[in-house]
C-alpha cells in the first residue's frame, strides 16, 4: 500500500506517520523510487501499537522507543517485552522516593505471595509509595489488606495474561499496554459499585432491595 493508504488503516495523518519514520519509530517501507515506498500489514501494526503507547498510555517518545527496541529484540523471551512495556506505566521521575520501612513491607508481601517480581520493579517502588501516602493521610494499609488484594488479583491476572497472543511480541505488546490501561478504570468502576452496594446493606438498611425484605 501507499503511505495515504497506510494514513487512512491506521488512523494516522500522513504528517504523523513521516514524523515517525524520521525518528525511527516506524520501519522503512520497500523503496518504489526516490520519494514513494510501498508499506503492507506490518507498518499498520507498528502503527497500532506506537498509538498505543502514546495515546492510550500517554508515554514520552524516549519511553516508547525503549519499548519498540524490546519488540524488536528477539533474543528477549515474551515476558521481557511485556515487562518493559509496563515499567514505563509504572515509571515516575517526578516522585519522590518510598520509605524503606514501606520497600521493606512490599518485598515482605512479595515473599508472602510467592510473586516472581523482580527486585528492581518498577511495581514495587509505585505501591511503596502508595502505602507513604497513606500512612501520611493516617490511613495505612494493613498487611491483612494487602492480602487481599493480592488474592483477588491473582486469578484475574492469570486469566488476562492467558489471553495475551504469543505469536506476535508487537501484537502482544499492544494487548498487554491497551489491556493495563483501559480496564484498570474497569476495576476500579467495578470496586467502588461493589463498595456502594457493601455500604448500602451494611449502613443504609432502609435501601435494601425488596428481595432481601
Same mark, same amino acid.
Given at each position: ?68 527496541? %524490546? ?27 518510598? $520509605? ?24 514495587? $517502588? ?15 494499609? $494493613? ?19 492467558? %489471553? ?10 499492544? $494487548? ?38
Amino acid at each position: 500500500m501507499w503511505i495515504s493508504e497506510l494514513s487512512q488503516r491506521s488512523g494516522l495523518p500522513v504528517a504523523t506517520i513521516k514524523f515517525y519514520l524520521r525518528d525511527g519509530l516506524l520501519q522503512p517501507g520497500r523503496s518504489a523510487g526516490a520519494t514513494r515506498a510501498h508499506y503492507d500489514d506490518s507498518h499498520v501494526r507498528r502503527l497500532r501499537l506506537v498509538r498505543a503507547l502514546v495515546e492510550v498510555a500517554g508515554l514520552r517518545l524516549d519511553a516508547v522507543r525503549s519499548i519498540l527496541a %524490546a519488540v524488536d529484540d528477539d533474543s528477549l523471551p515474551l515476558h521481557e517485552v511485556i515487562g518493559k512495556a509496563h515499567v514505563q506505566l509504572s515509571a515516575s521521575e517526578a516522585a519522590p522516593p518510598p $520509605t524503606l520501612a514501606s520497600q521493606r513491607r512490599v518485598d515482605a508481601g512479595v515473599r508472602r505471595w510467592r510473586w516472581r517480581v523482580s527486585t528492581n520493579s518498577e511495581h514495587r $517502588t509505585a505501591l511503596a509509595r502508595a502505602l507513604d501516602s497513606m500512612a501520611a493521610l493516617e490511613q495505612p494499609v $494493613t498487611d491483612g489488606l494487602l492480602d487481599t488484594y493480592a488474592a483477588a488479583m491473582r486469578p484475574l491476572a492469570k486469566r488476562e495474561v492467558s %489471553a495475551v497472543a504469543t505469536e506476535d511480541a508487537g501484537r502482544a505488546t499492544e $494487548t498487554a499496554v491497551i489491556g493495563t490501561v483501559l480496564l484498570e478504570p474497569v476495576l476500579l468502576t467495578i470496586r467502588r459499585m461493589a463498595q456502594e452496594d457493601a455500604s448500602s446493606r451494611k449502613l443504609n438498611r432502609r435501601a435494601r432491595p425488596r428481595d432481601e425484605d
